[in-house]
């Protein structure tokens, strides 16, 4: 396992394992850099796994493609056949 590949692997412990437990974002390498992506609950969470990811992996060309779940009610009643 190089530097790179245990940085990431890394990164994943503390995403899945921190107080976010973020298990639908997935990191992965592409040559020299890394892409994030996955669907993240709030825009905090997603400030939170980016700040984490900036962290872990300072130094290196990184990519995030976070998207936040939306969470607001619907503005009307589902019609149901």
Do not use: K
């Amino acid at each position: 396992m190089n530097n790179l590949d245990y940085r990431v692997a890394h990164l994943r412990e503390r995403l899945a394992g921190g107080p976010l437990a973020e298990l639908g974002v997935r990191v992965t390498v592409h040559g020299d850099s890394v892409v994030v992506t996955g669907t993240v609950p709030s825009a905090h969470a997603c400030d939170e796994v980016e700040r984490i990811v900036g962290e872990a992996l300072t130094g290196l060309t990184v990519r995030c493609d976070l998207v936040v779940a939306g969470t607001s009610t619907p503005d009307e009643a589902e019609e149901l056949p």
